[in-house]
Nanobody, 122 residues
Framework: QVQLVESGGGSVQAGGSLRLSCDAS?????MAWFRQDPGKEREGVAS???????TYRDSVKGRFTISKDSTKNTLYLQMISLKPEDTAMYYC???????????????????WGQGTQVTVSS
């Protein structure tokens, strides 16, 4: 089981920026960021696969950028133009076995971090 530790969350005003980081103890063929508000289902935000292909949920396209440093097994999520509706706990996820491409499906991942809170005020 790969261990994941997220960091970089915080409180910002609408229009602000944050950069999330996720340090992984091992390699992930596919890695992703999910988010969850209390009382809601966890939703996929962005994913990247082992050759750098990415996918994003529609509401964050053009504002969020996922990237990874494979030499450090670190995943990033650069978030700009943040909106109050982006407020949530953000989770890093990884799949330690081969994947066919980036995925926002929660069932595609076998390791999860503890989360980092992002709060955007209007």
């Amino acid at each position: 089981q790969v261990q994941l530790v997220e960091s970089g969350g915080g409180s910002v005003q609408a229009g602000g920026s944050l950069r999330l980081s996720c340090d992984a103890s091992g390699y992930g063929y596919c890695m992703a960021w999910f988010r969850q508000d209390p009382g809601k289902e966890r939703e996929g935000v962005a994913s990247v696969d082992y050759i750098g292909r990415t996918t994003y949920r529609d509401s964050v396209k053009g504002r969020f950028t996922i990237s990874k440093d494979s030499t450090k097994n670190t995943l990033y999520l650069q978030m700009i133009s943040l909106k109050p509706e982006d407020t949530a706990m953000y989770y890093c996820a990884t799949r330690s076995t081969w994947c066919s491409g980036p995925s926002l499906n929660i069932n595609s991942y076998n390791s999860w971090g503890q989360g980092t809170q992002v709060t955007v005020s209007s």
